[in-house]
Each structure stands twice: as structure tokens, then as C-alpha cells.
């Protein structure tokens, strides 16, 4: 439930940011892949798993509800118990600092007829659940959690689940993906109705292992139907590289001197890739190269040069879906950008591993930022490229996205920036250090 003791780290003022970033797979298609290839009948293969710490919760957790999961060399193979197979955990289910790992297996197991429990570290304990047993009790699962729909907490499952029909009142893929999950192991047509466009790789997914699902855009928003009870048949699957992750080599290399970076092998999926496009519609020198298709999703090699020439802009925040993760590192580029970015509709940021705007915005004030807030927005002063003062220590609330952004922001501040735990990065991006060093970061470890 905890990583162990904090280690601080500080990056340092580095560059030029120069080469090639290999970053890991994709986090949300790495967890879907285990709890699919679960449900399936068989035996699924899977390369470029990401091998972060949240995803390792899933497959133990898998594991823990019958699935067998091996590492054969570079490919995760798992054999599956089929829908409705999944069995009682013998022990809680310890889903870490994972909001994607805890809501996605309570949706799988919700239309199973037996309890399960379940808990994670300090930060997912403070995360709210109530947002997906609500839809849960549809089905007819039952939740008993601490006050305010809190872990630790307790599901029954539905033994005879019917299905759902659910418009979700927050954009969250965690939650349209809990409700198809737990429509699997229900008879008929389970149907959610989204507002706007999460994250479709639950969709993507289910239809490559074979369900009957269906997507059409309706006057209420986007409606997914699912027919229960399919077979589910197993795949190989080869992750893509993931967009979030890019997201850190992407922003550094822009915002530090002489930088010229390729990420290759990127996602590019539209629900994603909403911070390249921001990036862009700022003036950042950031192309898309040998633009091709695999395995049904959209791939580009990222190349990203310093930008000192960026803008601050109003983000759309019809785009906020798309690119919900990368808000805290846009900041730290909006704080090298001239002008002042506006960023609207963001109220899901407060929710996060951490509330992601409050540890942005007095990290970044720490290092001499500009920054204004409120309940779902925020703005920030940019001070020009190069702008940042740094010369602070900053809390990153087991949050591994603020850590990184920090990191990020140290390279191109005028002092070093510490963050006072950098553990937490390896719940998604366990390589972010040595691979930044690759391209010419500078960091030292901080006695704690
Ligand atoms: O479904 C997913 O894989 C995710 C959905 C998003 O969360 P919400 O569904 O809470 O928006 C995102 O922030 C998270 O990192 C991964
Ligand atoms: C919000 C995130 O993840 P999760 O909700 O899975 O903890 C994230 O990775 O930025």
C-alpha cells in the first residue's frame, strides 16, 4: 500500500535535450489488456506491457480472480477463465495508487455473485468510488466502502445481474469502462451514454476480443452498446507506446535550449492527443513523422526543438478529455511560453492521484510562477522561455505526473528544482530518469 520511504530527487538546469526517447507502453491499454485477457477464453499474448507498478497491481489482482499470468521473455501471456469465470479473491485486492486498476476490476467482478474488497495507497484512499458503484448498483452490486464512497471498501457482486443503461454525469473513461466491464457477465444490452468523448480503447478493445459493442453519437452524446455474455476471444496484442509518457520528453525538449528529441512510435489516438495539438496551437516546433496506422489505432514519431517563440492560449476545453494527464506538464510549458494559458473545465484535476492543480499551482508560485485558481480552472503567467526561477523543493503528493512535470520544469529554471519524492514515478514511467538522462538531463538524488 505504500512504496517505502521518499526519495527527493532534483533536476538541474541540462541540455541540449538531444536523441531518441523509447518510452514505455500505453497504461491504458497495458491494464485492459490484462483484465481482458482474463475474461477471454485462452490464452492471450501481449508485448510492450508497461511494466509500471500500476499495471503489476492489475495482473496480481488478475491473478487473484483465477486468470494465469506468465512473462515469456518479452511477452506477457495470460490465460483467461471466460466471462462470468472470474473466482473470490482469497485476500484484499490492493490496487496501489491506481484509479484505473481499482475501477476497472470493480466493474469486471460487480456481475460476479460473490464479495470482494478492496484498497490502495494513501492517495487512492482519498479518491472517490462513489462515482462508479452508483452505476454498479444498476446491475445490482452492492458497495460498502468508508463515508463518502471511500476505499477501503467492500463489493458485493450481483449473482443475477441485470443489465445497465447509465449517462455518465462526469467525462471519465474509468467509469464508462467499469459499467461495459461489468456488462460482460450481465444478460442483454448494457448501454452507457457519455457527454463527451473519453478514451475509447475499452471499446476498441472489447470489439477486437470479439464483443458485440456499438458506438453512434446520439443529441445526448456518445452512445456504447454492448451485448453480455459474449465469448471473449484471446488476442495478441502489441501496446503501443504511450502519449502521457511522451508527454515528459515532448515538453522538455521544447522548453530546453537547443533540444531537438524524436519519440517514436507514438498512440496518437484522437481521445489522446490533445496536448500535441495544444502544443502546437501554442507555436511549439513539434511535427508528426512517418504517420501510419497499427493495430487499428493512429502511430506517429514525435519530433519535438526547443520553441522559445510559444504562446499562451485559451485550451479548448472541449479538448480537456483528450488530454487530461498532461495538464500539469502543459503548465510548465505555459510557464515558459510568453502570455498567460488559460485552461477551463478542468474540475476533474482536483480528483486525481492528488488534487492536480493545487500541487501545480504552489509549486510552480514556490518557483516564482504567476499562477491563478479556481474550483475547475486555472491560469499561468508565462515568464518567457527560460522564465522559471526555480530554487524550490515541491510536494508531489504520490503523484507521479507532478513529479515528472517538475522535473521537467528543473531543466530549463534558472536554479534546480527538487521534488521532494520521486517514487512515485514508477507507477507509470519507471524508466523516466535513465532515459532523460540519455538525452542530456542532469539529476541528483537527495539524501531523504
Ligand atoms: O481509463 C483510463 O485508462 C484512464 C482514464 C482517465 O481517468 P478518468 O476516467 O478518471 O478521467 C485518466 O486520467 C487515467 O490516467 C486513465
Ligand atoms: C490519473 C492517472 O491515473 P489513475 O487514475 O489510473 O490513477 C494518471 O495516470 O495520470
Do not use: P
Given at each position: 500500500m505504500s512504496h517505502g520511504p521518499a526519495t527527493p530527487l532534483t533536476a538541474h538546469a541540462s541540455g541540449p535535450l538531444t536523441g531518441e526517447a523509447h518510452v514505455p507502453g500505453d497504461k491504458s491499454i497495458s491494464h485492459r489488456s490484462l483484465i481482458l485477457g482474463a475474461m477471454a477464453v485462452g490464452e492471450t499474448r501481449v508485448t510492450g506491457l508497461l511494466e509500471g507498478q500500476d499495471v503489476l497491481d492489475t495482473g496480481k489482482a488478475m491473478q487473484a480472480f483465477g486468470a494465469t499470468i506468465r512473462q515469456d521473455g518479452d511477452t506477457w501471456v495470460i490465460n483467461g477463465v471466460g466471462v462470468g469465470g472470474l473466482m473470490e479473491p482469497e485476500d484484499v485486492i490492493d490496487c496501489g495508487n491506481s484509479g484505473t486498476g481499482v475501477r476497472l476490476l470493480m466493474g469486471a467482478a460487480a456481475t460476479h455473485g460473490f464479495a470482494v474488497t478492496y484498497t490502495g495507497d494513501a492517495s487512492l484512499r482519498k479518491r472517490p468510488m462513489a462515482r462508479v458503484t452508483d452505476p454498479l448498483a444498476l446491475f445490482g452490486a452492492v458497495a460498502h466502502g468508508r463515508?463518502?464512497?471511500?476505499?477501503p471498501m467492500t463489493i458485493v457482486g450481483a449473482a443475477d445481474p441485470v443489465p445497465a443503461r447509465y449517462a455518465t454525469p462526469v467525462a471519465s473513461a474509468q467509469i464508462k469502462s467499469a459499467v461495459l466491464l461489468a456488462g460482460l457477465n450481465a444478460p442483454g444490452e448494457t448501454v452507457v451514454i457519455e457527454r463527451e468523448a473519453t478514451r475509447d480503447h475499452s471499446e476498441r478493445m472489447l470489439r477486437g476480443f470479439g464483443a458485440e459493442i456499438e458506438t453512434r453519437d446520439t443529441s445526448e452524446g456518445r452512445e456504447i452498446t454492448l451485448v453480455g455474455h459474449p465469448e471473449l476471444k484471446p488476442q495478441v496484442i502489441a501496446v503501443p507506446r504511450d502519449p502521457s509518457s511522451a508527454a515528459f520528453p515532448v515538453c522538455a525538449a521544447l522548453i530546453t535550449p537547443g533540444s531537438d528529441v524524436l519519440v517514436p512510435n507514438i498512440g496518437l489516438n484522437p481521445t489522446r492527443a490533445g496536448l500535441f495539438e495544444t502544443l502546437r496551437d501554442m507555436g511549439a516546433d513539434l511535427t508528426y513523422e512517418n504517420a501510419r496506422e497499427e493495430g487499428g489505432e493512429p502511430v506517429a514519431d514525435l519530433r519535438a526543438r526547443f520553441s522559445p517563440d510559444m504562446r499562451g492560449i485559451e485550451v479548448p476545453p472541449a479538448r480537456a478529455a483528450s488530454m487530461i494527464d498532461e495538464y500539469p506538464v502543459l503548465s510548465v510549458v505555459a510557464a515558459n511560453a510568453t502570455g498567460t494559458t488559460i485552461m477551463r473545465g478542468v474540475a476533474e484535476l482536483r480528483v486525481k492521484e492528488c488534487d492536480r492543480i493545487d500541487a501545480m499551482a504552489t509549486g510552480l508560485r514556490a518557483c516564482g510562477v504567476t499562477v491563478r485558481d479556481g474550483d475547475d480552472w486555472w491560469e499561468v503567467d508565462g515568464r518567457g522561455p527560460g522564465g522559471i526561477e526555480g530554487g524550490a523543493t515541491v510536494a508531489v503528493h504520490l503523484d507521479h505526473r507532478i513529479a515528472m512535470s517538475f522535473l521537467c520544469a528543473g531543466f530549463a529554471a534558472k536554479r534546480a528544482i527538487t521534488v521532494d519524492d520521486a517514487g512515485p514515478i514508477a507507477t507509470s514511467f519507471p524508466i523516466f530518469r535513465p532515459l532523460m538522462e540519455d538525452l542530456g538531463a542532469e539529476f541528483r538524488a537527495e539524501d531523504a
Open positions: 463515508s463518502k464512497g471511500r476505499l
